[in-house]
């Protein structure tokens, strides 16, 4: 299996397409940063950190098209939306929530101004599917809490505390 393919299955585990737009030409993908499936109008989002750029395939494969995404930070996830969601370097929080139209929405998450540009990046963004849509959990490596991420900001999950975990109320 390439590093380099995105896999599409249908509701039974099935494949139903594979492909791979790896390599340097105006189409083609360095780095899968984040995939996701964009319900709204049946397309694949793919965010190529190294070329700060997002893909948009139909469903048989095809580039759609292609737009720069230099969002002066990491975007890590895609919802199901097609809202993304980036880790920062600058600017005034640590996440950035972009449209699928890279239009910022809003951020979240305020930065502390003691950490450098390595801390600020280094943070642990996680997703997945979940009773009420798409679950984004936010993780900065410098912090004690663990966050819900939403389009609307961020709300305290967890508090870690000597390897416990004590959930907020």
């Not at 099935?14 to 030409?25: A, D, L, N």
């Not at 139909?58 to 990491?74: E, F, H, M, Y």
């Not at 097609?82 to 370097?89: A, E, H, L, P, Y």
Request: charged share 30%; glycine share 10%; proline share 2%.
């Amino acid at each position: 299996i390439s590093t380099h393919s995105v896999f599409v299955f249908d509701g039974e585990g099935r494949e139903k397409v594979s492909f791979s737009h790896f390599g340097q030409g105006p189409k083609e993908y360095i780095t899968m940063t984040s995939v996701n499936y964009h319900e709204k109008d049946s397309l694949i989002m793919l965010y190529d950190n190294r070329k700060k750029k997002l893909f948009r395939f139909d469903l048989r494969g095809r580039c759609v098209d292609v737009k720069s995404a230099d969002v002066g930070g990491i975007i890590l996830q895609i919802d199901s939306e097609g809202d993304m969601f980036s880790i920062n370097r600058t600017g005034k929080s640590l996440v950035s929530i972009w449209d699928d139209k890279l239009q910022m929405r809003g951020g979240c998450l305020p930065f502390d101004e003691r950490l450098d540009d390595a801390q600020k990046l280094s943070s642990q963004m996680l997703s997945g599917k979940g009773t009420d849509g798409d679950v984004l959990k936010l993780f900065p490596v410098c912090s004690d809490t663990v966050y819900s991420i939403t389009k609307e900001g961020a709300e305290p999950l967890c508090v870690l505390r000597r390897g416990r975990y004590k959930c907020s109320s």
